[in-house]
Each structure stands twice: as C-alpha cells, then as structure tokens.
C-alpha cells in the first residue's frame, strides 16, 4: 500500500510503498510492513512524519480492507 507523508525534517511529501499495515493493539498507532523512507532525509520514524490529507485518506482504505 502507498501512503503519502510529509518529512518534518525537510517538510517535502512523498509517497512510500509501506507494504501490509496493520494498528498496534498496545499502543494504537499504525505497524507498517515497510520503513518510512524520505527520498530526501533517508529512514524516518513514525514521529518524523505527518500524514498529509491524501495519506489519511489512504490509511483509512489501508485499515478498513485489512
């Protein structure tokens, strides 16, 4: 599944192939099969990133068919 982001380190969007995701059931936030990859800054945490207006839209389609 591809999901769109925003890097906060270099405040670019870019789309990422993140594999299967699933929610952690201990602490609610999305597992991705896949690192979050930054064509700009590398490797990038959850807490690197922001989900742009399409990548929330994209999560949900990503959740509700798992």
Do not use: Y
Not at 37 to 61: A, F, H, N, W, Y
């Amino acid at each position: 599944m591809i999901i769109n982001f925003r890097c906060k380190g270099c405040n670019r969007e870019f789309d990422c192939e993140m594999g299967k995701i699933g929610i952690n059931d201990q602490t609610f936030r999305p597992d991705f099969e896949n690192p979050i990859i930054c064509p700009r800054c590398g490797k990038r945490g959850i807490d690197d990133v922001l989900l742009t207006e399409l990548g929330q839209s994209q999560m949900t389609e990503a959740i509700m068919d798992a």
